[in-house]
């Protein structure tokens, strides 16, 4: 995966995160996780899919 934008909200909390790169899924999901970000823990079960450019 080349780029991950990840948008969530709610009551007086607002984050947006921009992620471009080499990304492994895997690694970004155990680091969720060390930083208490809910919601990318699933990101490891992803299949990696080639798509054309």
């Known amino acids: 995966m080349s780029e991950?934008?990840?948008i969530s909200g709610g009551p007086?909390?607002?984050?947006?995160?921009?992620i471009r790169g080499d990304i492994d899924l895997k690694s970004?999901?155990?680091l969720?996780?060390?930083?208490?970000?809910?919601g990318l823990e699933n990101l490891e079960k992803m299949e990696h899919e080639t798509v054309p450019k």
């Open 12 to 18: 007086g909390n607002n984050t947006l995160i921009s």
């Open 4 to 6: 991950l934008l990840v």
């Open 32 to 38: 969720s996780d060390d930083f208490g970000i809910e």
């Open 28 to 30: 970004l999901a155990r």
